[in-house]
Antibody
Framework: QVQLVESGGGVVQPGRSLRLSCAAS????????MHWVRQAPGKGLEWVAV????????WYADSVKGRFTISRDNSKHTLYMQMNSLRAEDTAVYYC????????????????WGQGTLVTVSS | DIQMTQSPSSLSASVGDRVTITCRAS??????LAWYQQKPGKVPKLLIY???TLQSGAPSRFSGSGSGTDFTLTISSLQPEDVANYYC?????????FGQGTKVEIK
């Protein structure tokens, strides 16, 4: 069965960095685009970033552009998010999510989500 | 960027009631619209994609409709286990914007 397991969250001071990981299993990781979505405490879902199945294309929300970098290692079935210059408003649960379709496709909605990892930015 | 606006932001209905949530896109998105359900303390779960296709395993009391800019999610007969936040999401292009959510409660 599909499993997505995030790790790397924690408490970090403003301006510092953190790297999140998402270990994938149960599907052919290298065939699917992957996303990060976050949810601030008590708030709604916010899309953060996407990386194409082969890592060739990445897109970011304006709120994180220039500070966050999404990447993947298909040989390790792992998705990453490098988060730099963290701000208090980045405090959230970060979810990784898998696209339904393979390759470049129109089925880019999310059929599986991880359990999330909490990032708290506070001095 | 295209904005996604849901209404209402919250609703309270009785068990067995028909419930409708709307989602409006600021520009046309054809049928590239998904609905997710997030129960309290849980991970979001895909309910509907392509505006009206029910995800495998989702209860048949859920249905979606619409195309272009106006979409609806309908629960034909509200059940206690449907208490959740519901989010629409566009996926036709970057960014993959979510609506702000609708909280559904039992009266």
């Amino acid at each position: 069965q599909v499993q997505l397991v995030e790790s790397g969250g924690g408490v970090v001071q403003p301006g510092r960095s953190l790297r999140l990981s998402c270990a994938a299993s149960g599907f052919t990781f290298s065939r699917h685009g992957m996303h990060w979505v976050r949810q601030a405490p008590g708030k709604g879902l916010e899309w953060v970033a996407v990386i194409a199945y082969d890592g060739s294309i990445q897109w970011y929300a304006d709120s994180v552009k220039g500070r966050f970098t999404i990447s993947r290692d298909n040989s390790k079935h792992t998705l990453y998010m490098q988060m730099n210059s963290l701000r208090a408003e980045d405090t959230a649960v970060y979810y990784c999510a898998k696209e339904k379709g393979e390759g470049y496709n129109s089925e880019s909605y999310f059929d599986y989500w991880g359990q999330g990892t909490l990032v708290t930015v506070s001095s | 960027d295209i904005q996604m606006t849901q209404s209402p932001s919250s609703l309270s209905a009785s068990v067995g009631d028909r419930v409708t949530i709307t989602c409006r896109a600021s520009q046309g998105i054809s049928n590239y619209l998904a609905w997710y359900q997030q129960k309290p303390g849980k991970v979001p779960k895909l309910l509907i994609y392509a505006a009206s296709t029910l995800q495998s395993g989702a209860p048949s009391r859920f249905s979606g409709s619409g195309s272009g800019t106006d979409f609806t999610l309908t629960i034909s007969s509200l059940q206690p286990e449907d208490v959740a936040n519901y989010y629409c999401q566009k996926y036709n292009s970057d960014p993959w914007t979510f609506g702000q959510g609708t909280k559904v409660e039992i009266k």
